[in-house]
């Protein structure tokens, strides 16, 4: 059964930082591209920012610069690290994971974790 578990998110204030887990289970980690996405209230599902299987990242351009992601394949851990964060960055963000094979896709998400940042 895959788990994606995400942890670390809060309360903070305008210009403060929070650093994001996802822990993975079930599936071959390190194979993966994983991901975080977001999603306000009354919003559409974003990305925020992934990286590949071999450690390319890729950035939403309002959060480049602000933020970074990273993964340890022995822990089976993502990280989003957030830094001067706003207000327009509250949102509940979701961990994914991604792999693309030939005969299908695998797509799995996370449940959540609310990131709440005060002005």
């Known amino acids: 059964q895959v788990q994606l578990v995400e942890s670390g998110g809060g309360l903070v204030q305008t210009g403060g930082s929070l650093r994001l887990s996802c822990a993975a289970s079930g599936i071959i980690f390190s194979n993966y591209a994983m991901g975080w996405y977001r999603q306000a209230p009354g919003k559409q599902r974003e990305l925020v920012a992934t990286i590949t299987s071999v450690e390319t990242t890729n950035y939403a351009s309002s959060v480049k610069g602000r933020f970074t992601i990273s993964r340890d394949n022995a822990k089976k851990t993502v990280y989003l690290q957030m830094n001067s964060l706003k207000p327009e960055d509250a949102a509940v963000y979701y961990c994914?994971?991604?792999?693309?094979?030939?005969?299908?896709?695998?797509?799995?998400w996370g449940q959540g974790t609310q990131v709440t940042v005060s002005s």
């Open positions: 994914n994971a991604y792999l693309a094979s030939i005969m299908r896709t695998y797509n799995y």
